[in-house]
T-cell receptor
Framework: DAGVTQSPTHLIKTRGQQVTLRCSPK?????VSWYQQALGQGPQFIFQ???????QRGNFPDRFSGHQFPNYSSELNVNALLLGDSALYLC?????????????FGSGTRLTVV | DQQVKQNSPSLSVQEGRISILNCDYT??????FLWYKKYPAEGPTFLIS???IKDKNEDGRFTVFLNKSAKHLSLHIVPSQPGDSAVYFC???????????WGAGTKLIIKP
């Protein structure tokens, strides 16, 4: 039973570019949350998707957008990249009815902006 | 404005002894508090949680204590084992907004 799969694992982009990160949730999960973890800090909540809609959003600018597909997989898009966007991006899947129980995290995508 | 704080970036403990990791929070509206463990190159994994209406929860070697008046929680690991060496994150959850609010983490090193 595959857990949460994120791709790519590492990525280097130039300032001003756009990036798309992908997440496949654990089998049976219908909700996907995205987090940004800067070096030396805890993960920061970006947004959560359920039923292909953004259900909740953290304190991130509109440059950060997402999408959830009918198969529950999700994408995180970041436009006009800044050096400060360099971080580990974590995807977590869960059941909508499960609250925080059963949050399963992927290993993350390490984004470096140069 | 950090709502969840872990003030110790690292902690070194002898194998077999007790490890105590601490966490403070500012928001009284959190419904649950959680501890996650993270190894390098892996995502965080859920360890143990406690409801805001409880003051203690135990699971094997792991016990979490909650002091609501002090807005403080702690994770006790007894006895500490080499495999416990990891970064431990304290997180808080609110039923009203589905968000996990995380501390900055404490790196636990278990010495043989």
């Amino acid at each position: 039973d595959a857990g949460v799969t994120q791709s790519p694992t590492h990525l280097i982009k130039t300032r001003g570019q756009q990036v798309t990160l992908r997440c496949s949730p654990k089998s049976g999960h219908d909700t996907v949350s995205w987090y940004q973890q800067a070096l030396g800090q805890g993960p920061q909540f970006i947004f959560q998707y359920y039923e292909e809609e953004e259900r909740q959003r953290g304190n991130f600018p509109d440059r950060f957008s997402g999408h959830q597909f009918p198969n529950y997989s999700s994408e995180l898009n970041v436009n006009a990249l800044l050096l400060g966007d360099s971080a580990l991006y974590l995807c977590a899947s869960s059941l909508s009815s499960g609250g925080f129980y059963g949050y399963t995290f992927g290993s993350g995508t390490r984004l470096t902006v140069v | 404005d950090q709502q969840v704080k872990q003030n110790s970036p690292s902690l070194s403990v002898q194998e077999g002894r007790i490890s105590i990791l601490n966490c403070d929070y500012t928001n009284s509206m959190f419904d649950y508090f959680l501890w996650y463990k993270k190894y390098p190159a892996e995502g965080p994994t859920f360890l143990i949680s406690i409801s805001s209406i409880k003051d203690k929860n135990e699971d094997g070697r792991f016990t979490v204590f909650l002091n609501k008046s002090a807005k403080h929680l702690s994770l006790h690991i007894v006895p500490s084992q080499p495999g416990d060496s990891a970064v431990y994150f304290c997180a808080a959850f609110s039923d009203s907004n589905y968000q996990l609010i995380w501390g900055a983490g404490t790196k636990l090193i278990i010495k043989p």
